[in-house]
T-cell receptor, first 113, second 110 residues
Framework: NAGVTQTPKFQVLKTGQSMTLQCAQD?????MYWYRQDPGMGLRLIYY???????DKGEVPNGYNVSRLNKREFSLRLESAAPSQTSVYFC????????????FGQGTRLTVV | GENVEQHPSTLSVQEGDSAVIKCTYS??????FPWYKQELGKRPQLIID?????GEKKDQRIAVTLNKTAKHFSLHITETQPEDSAVYFC?????????FGAGTTVTVRA
């Protein structure tokens, strides 16, 4: 039981390049999330998926797109990376959106130069 | 949307002393309040949570209190130990969105 697995763990991109962050969970959770973590700003929600087949914007969705590929997988895409997207990205999942523990992946440290 | 404020941003305590972190939230519809601990370079992990129908919850050395009228909740760590050094995040949830505070860096001095 691996929990929530993210790939890659580290990535350096040049401005304008694109990439996809992958996330998979093996806990049969319905809801999945993408957060970014920046110093002094906590964890900010980028996008979430309440259940398979649905996605919605969070607090800071600009510059990102997501795909809920199936119940297990939720990917985050940067179409044209910008230095402001340098951050640590965390994927998370929980059984239901309301009041249940969220489990986090190990994070992806992304640097855009 | 929900706005969660967390104080202090840094906290240094002597080993064995208590640590208290306070959070306020803005959305009266929020009904779930978890606390996460994040060690350096690691993922956030849940340490305790409380729901809106409960005023206080305790788990060994950690406790959380909730005042729904004032819209604030607090984390209390007693008898702090070096392994309590980490960043702690409070959060509030209203149906779909888990909103986090900015975090408190706790350092336990030996």
């Amino acid at each position: 039981n691996a929990g929530v697995t993210q790939t890659p763990k580290f990535q350096v991109l040049k401005t304008g390049q694109s990439m996809t962050l992958q996330c998979a969970q093996d806990m049969n959770h319905n809801s999945m999330y993408w957060y970014r973590q920046d110093p002094g700003m906590g964890l900010r929600l980028i996008y979430y998926s309440a259940s398979e087949g649905t996605t919605d914007k969070g607090e800071v969705p600009n510059g990102y797109n997501v795909s809920r590929l199936n119940k297990r997988e939720f990917s985050l895409r940067l179409e044209s990376a910008a230095p402001s997207q340098t951050s640590v990205y965390f994927c998370a999942s929980n059984l239901e959106m309301r009041d249940t523990e969220a489990f986090f992946g190990q994070g992806t440290r992304l640097t855009v130069v | 949307g929900e706005n969660v404020e967390q104080h202090p941003s840094t906290l240094s305590v002597q080993e064995g002393d208590s640590a208290v972190i306070k959070c306020t939230y803005s959305d009266s519809a929020s009904n779930y309040f978890p606390w996460y601990k994040q060690e350096l370079g690691k993922r956030p992990q849940l340490i305790i949570d409380i729901r809106s129908n409960v005023g206080e919850k305790k788990d060994q050395r950690i406790a959380v209190t909730l005042n729904k009228t004032a819209k604030h909740f607090s984390l209390h760590i007693t008898e702090t130990q070096p392994e309590d050094s980490a960043v702690y995040f409070c959060a509030a949830s209203n149906d779909y969105k888990l909103s986090f505070g900015a975090g408190t860096t706790v350092t336990v001095r030996a």
